[in-house]
């Protein structure tokens, strides 16, 4: 595929050496990669994007597509670190793996022949790569899945397997993490849990902030406000919106599958336009601060304007660990890591997963509802996890929650220990 005439040619994987990203997770000993990748164009040899497979320690390396203008290496390495924390800190049997695909013409996304043609020649590369389990992401969805299954498919000669990635429609027998609002459903249950433990937090009337109202961030909102909270600042890569008494949450959702997202917001209240400014909404005063979009929202850059009381991870990779002991030490900020707190839709992938490859499992979950039985899985795997991890930082306290909760991850990745 060629930006500029956006034609697909067929695509090649090349295999980076080993030690290019060496010292990144130097804090690990068991940090280095198991294989990064490098999607090329046969034809003209542009460089369309990476696989990183991190690790299969656990299993084969589960983690999701994304598309994006300007998705990097250093990215993709760095998400498919994070889900390998985040599938072992769930106690799932797999590793960490992803991916990202380099979309710098935004034409692309208005055609959805050209779409397929990509996700296609993609398919290709992954079936050589069977220790990668892709899944949705930024960017992608179940349906993308979906093509990669039905690729793998005709290469198997059966519709009945285990390869072509998790999270697919439920008319083919997937879990839709999206439409189910899963990751949400976590996000959710882990602040259903803080409320236990940290004095004087209640949802009821607090005020929560959403940095991209999308397939997460919106759920998100609505499960808070459900609970009595008030969202009253929320962004998407259009507009930032902020109204103190709280913004009017039926609206905001219709509106952001608009063309120009919120920006249709109808109310009169604080907006601000533009790539540049939108950031402007992650300082507002809140109780919890979701960020939902891009990796580093909080850095060195706003760290001090940051005026929240907790910030609960919704995106991947939204700060890092410097930034979060400063938020604690200098601020008195409790930041929720995103390999715990967001790990609802990983979690459904493996449920899949498993029901594909074990009857009397499905059996017994359709038995229950499926939906059911993974909203409940999710539930007690991120409580469990929070609550562990607030016990281990009584007994440490200068410690955060994101090295309590990598201990955690790092201890689970030894095991063979499976919560499904
Ligand atoms: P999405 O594409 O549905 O939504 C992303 C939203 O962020 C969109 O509304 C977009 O307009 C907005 N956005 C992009 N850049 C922005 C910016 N600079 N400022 C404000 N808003 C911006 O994606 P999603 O599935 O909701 O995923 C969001 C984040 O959550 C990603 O980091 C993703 O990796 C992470 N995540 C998603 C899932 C899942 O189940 N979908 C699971 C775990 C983690």
Redesign the pocket.
């Known amino acids: 595929m060629n930006s500029n005439n956006l034609s697909i040619h067929r695509l090649s994987v090349k295999l980076l050496p080993k030690g290019k990203n060496k010292g990144r997770f130097s804090h690990d000993p068991e940090g280095e990669q198991k294989a990064n990748y490098q999607i090329i164009d046969s034809v003209n040899n542009k460089v369309w994007g990476y696989v990183t497979i991190d690790n299969t320690q656990r299993g084969p390396g589960l983690g999701?597509i994304?598309l994006a203008s300007n998705i990097n290496n250093n990215e993709v390495n760095r998400?498919a670190r994070a889900m390998t924390l985040k599938n072992s800190a769930a106690c799932l049997p797999y590793g960490g793996g992803k991916s990202g695909l380099i979309i710098d013409d935004p034409a692309f996304y208005d055609d959805s022949n050209l779409r397929k043609q990509l996700i296609e020649a993609f398919a290709e590369i992954l079936f050589e790569l069977d220790d990668y389990v892709p899944a949705?992401?930024?960017?992608t969805d179940e349906n993308d899945i979906q093509i990669i299954h039905d690729n793998h498919s005709a290469k198997l000669g059966t519709q009945i397997h285990d390869r072509g990635g998790s999270g697919r429609p439920v008319e083919h027998g997937g879990i839709p993490?999206?439409d189910w609002e899963?990751?949400a459903h976590g996000l959710f249950a882990s602040l259903i849990t803080i409320e236990n433990l940290v004095d004087d937090f209640k949802l009821n009337n607090s005020k929560v902030v959403i940095?991209?109202?999308?397939?997460?961030?919106?759920p998100t909102a609505v499960k808070l406000a459900e609970k009595g909270a008030w969202i009253v600042g929320a962004?998407?890569?259009?507009c930032?919106l902020w109204d103190p008494k709280g913004l009017d949450l039926d609206e905001l959702c219709k509106v952001?599958k608009l063309a120009g997202?919120?920006s249709n917001y109808s109310k009169k209240v604080e907006k601000k336009f533009g790539?540049k400014n939108?950031?402007w909404?992650l300082e507002a005063p809140c109780d919890v601060l979701v960020p939902?979009?891009?990796?580093d929202?909080i850095t060195a850059k706003n760290i001090d304007r940051i005026d929240c009381r907790m910030v609960l991870q919704?995106?991947?990779?939204?700060s890092s660990k410097p930034v979060e002991y400063y938020l604690k030490h200098r601020k008195n900020i409790l930041s929720l890591s995103?390999f715990i707190v967001?790990?609802?839709?990983?979690i459904g992938c493996a449920v899949e997963r498993k029901m594909t490859q074990d009857k009397t499992y499905a059996a017994s979950t359709k038995e229950k509802s499926t939906r059911t039985y993974t909203e409940n899985l999710i539930s007690n795997t991120i409580s469990k996890n929070v609550e562990e991890i607030f016990s281990r930082m009584n007994d440490s306290k200068d410690t955060i929650f994101r090295d309590v909760a990598m201990d955690l991850a790092m201890e689970r990745l030894k095991t063979k220990e499976v919560w499904l």
């Open positions: 999701g994304r998400l949705p992401d930024m960017g993490i999206d899963l990751t940095q991209g109202f999308g397939n997460v961030g919106c962004s998407d890569i259009n930032a952001r997202g919120l790539p939108l950031d909404l939902a979009a891009r990796p929202a919704g995106a991947n990779t939204p995103d967001n790990s609802g839709g990983v």
